[in-house]
């Protein structure tokens, strides 16, 4: 399970492209440990480009 690996509480660094997957399907992916776990990390973006993240 994650939370084994992981602990309760972690960050994340993800590729931009990643993020861009994540973003668009774990807020909306409900309730569940993995899920929220997820939700609630901080996430810190790799990115060559000056693009917003917005």
């Known amino acids: 399970m994650l939370f084994d ?3 309760p509480s972690f960050d ?7 993020y861009d ?4 399907f774990w807020p909306n992916a409900g309730d ?3 899920a929220n ?5 901080t996430k810190y973006i790799a990115n060559h480009r000056p ?3 917005v």
């Open 12 to 18: 994340l660094l993800l590729a931009r492209k990643t």
């Open 21 to 24: 997957i994540f973003s668009g």
């Open 5 to 7: 690996g992981y602990g």
């Open 32 to 34: 569940f440990p993995m």
């Open 37 to 41: 776990a997820i939700n609630a990390a």
């Open 51 to 53: 693009d917003s993240l």
